[in-house]
C-alpha cells in the first residue's frame, strides 16, 4: 500500500517536471522556426508521456512488439 502510493508520487513529479521541460524546449523551437524539430520533438515527448503517466500500457506495448519482433527472428 505505501510503496503503490509512493510510485503514483514519484511518477506525479517526474510528469509534472517533463511536462515543463517539453513545454520550454517547444517554445523554443517555435520561436526559431525550427518546425521538424518542433515535431519530432512533440512526437518524441509523447511516447515518453505515454511511458511516464501509463507505465502498465507502455509495459504491454513493448512486450507485444517485442514479442512480434522475436517471432520474426524465431519463425
Known sequence: MGGDSLVQWVL???GS??????????????????W?????????????AVMIWTPNTAIS???TIGG????VFTG
Not at 36 to 48: D, F, S, W
Not at 68 to 71: L, R, Y
Open 17 to 34: 517536471l517533463f511536462g515543463a521541460v517539453l513545454a520550454v524546449r517547444a517554445f523554443g523551437h517555435w520561436m526559431k522556426k525550427e
Open 12 to 14: 506525479a513529479i517526474v
Open 61 to 63: 506495448i513493448l512486450k
Open 36 to 48: 521538424g524539430a518542433l515535431i519530432t520533438h512533440c512526437l518524441g515527448g509523447a511516447v515518453v
Open 68 to 71: 512480434k519482433i522475436a517471432a
